[in-house]
T-cell receptor, first 115, second 114 residues
């Protein structure tokens, strides 16, 4: 069984740029959630994708957007990067069946630094 | 965004000691989870609790779901070097559509003194 994978591992961008982060869900999982973890903090929920649609969103502006593909993999896109966007971005996958989701399993994260 | 109150913020203990940490919330959660995060890694699930009052063990780890559904605690017995890391609690409103987001605590950093 393949776990959750994320790419790239590290990324450095400058203010105003755009970034795309990628996540492959664990085998058999159809739901992907994204979290932002600032240094010294717990992860904060950004949004969740199921059946290629956004299903629930945390307190993040519209410049944070995402996609889910038919193979359940997902992308997180952030436009107009700000210094405060520097964080570890975590992807978590889970299996939803009959409207009920199982436990979320996390990937290793992508460390984004905005200069 | 909301973060749960977790204490203590950090712990310095000797190998073999027992550890206790807790997590409180102003909101009710229907599921409580405890994760451990090592440097450069994502959180790894340790224990999941699904019912108020539930006491669950996983090896040397024991966790309880508070009766009020607003708190949880985690105990680690006879600590070993690989227990070093950051422990997070997380609450979940439910497992049905739209309620699955995890709300995390602020973390407890565990260090073992040689």
């Amino acid at each position: 069984e393949t776990g959750v994978t994320q790419s790239p591992t590290h990324l450095i961008k400058t203010r105003g740029q755009q970034v795309t982060l990628r996540c492959s869900s664990q085998s058999g999982h159809n739901t992907v959630s994204w979290y932002q973890q600032a240094l010294g903090q717990g992860p904060q929920f950004i949004f969740q994708y199921y059946r290629e649609e956004e299903n629930g969103r945390g307190n993040f502006p519209p410049r944070f957007s995402g996609l889910q593909f038919p193979n359940y993999s997902s992308e997180l896109n952030v436009n107009a990067l700000e210094l405060d966007d520097s964080a570890l971005y975590l992807c978590a996958s889970s299996s939803r069946l009959a409207g009920v989701s199982d436990t979320q399993y996390f990937g290793p994260g992508t460390r984004l630094t905005v200069l | 965004g909301q973060q749960l109150n977790q204490s203590p913020q950090s712990m310095f203990i000797q190998e073999g000691e027992d550890v206790s940490m807790n997590c409180t919330s102003s909101s009710i959660f229907n599921t409580w989870l405890w994760y451990k995060q090592d440097p450069g890694e994502g959180p790894v699930l340790l224990i999941a609790l699904y019912k108020a009052g539930e006491l669950t063990s996983n090896g040397r780890l024991t966790a309880q779901f508070g009766i009020t559904r607003k708190d949880s605690f985690l105990n680690i017995s006879a600590s070993i070097p690989s227990d070093v890391g950051i422990y997070f609690c997380a609450g979940q409103q439910g497992s049905n559509f739209g309620n699955e987001k995890l709300t995390f605590g602020t973390g407890t950093r565990l260090t073992i003194i040689p």
